[in-house]
């Protein structure tokens, strides 16, 4: 009798930091090499809205050095979160490319802007 296939290994969850700094604008930051899948990027938006409760604050995502972000957990960043700017940072082609990509293709659920400049991109956040 044939035995059924086994199922892949469940996905490591990929680890992030998020913190409220000073003055009020939430830090997002992405392991080097992450690949964020769907439920990743579910768990970060999770505490986004944990974390600024019923107030709404700009954000900082920083994704130097992340690998990939899957259709899934693009899908999950196109949707409405207690961000209410946000700032997309990183340095390298590949960021570019991603930010680029989900810029083009998902409509961001506020305003939302790439930069290689972690100055600019606060500059731009508190500016509003």
């Known amino acids: 009798m044939d035995q059924p296939a086994t199922p892949p290994q469940d996905h490591q969850h990929v680890t992030f930091d998020l913190e409220l700094e000073a003055?009020?604008?939430?830090?997002?930051?992405?392991?080097?090499?992450?690949?964020?899948?769907?439920?990743?990027?579910?768990?970060?938006?999770?505490?986004v809205n944990e974390l600024c409760g019923a107030e709404r604050h700009p954000?900082?995502?920083?994704?130097?050095?992340?690998?990939?972000?899957?259709?899934?957990?693009?899908?999950?960043?196109?949707?409405?979160?207690?961000?209410?700017?946000?700032?997309?940072?990183?340095?390298s082609p590949v960021d570019r490319v991603i930010a680029n990509f989900f810029l083009g293709i998902m409509k961001p659920p506020c305003p939302t802007k790439f930069f290689t400049s972690e100055t600019e991109a606060l500059e731009w956040l508190v500016e509003a």
């Open 23 to 47: 003055p009020g604008i939430l830090r997002l930051t992405w392991p080097r090499g992450a690949r964020i899948k769907e439920s990743d990027a579910q768990r970060a938006m999770d505490r």
């Open 59 to 91: 954000m900082i995502v920083d994704m130097a050095t992340t690998d990939d972000v899957t259709r899934g957990a693009r899908s999950i960043f196109a949707k409405p979160c207690q961000a209410n700017r946000i700032a997309l940072w990183g340095s």
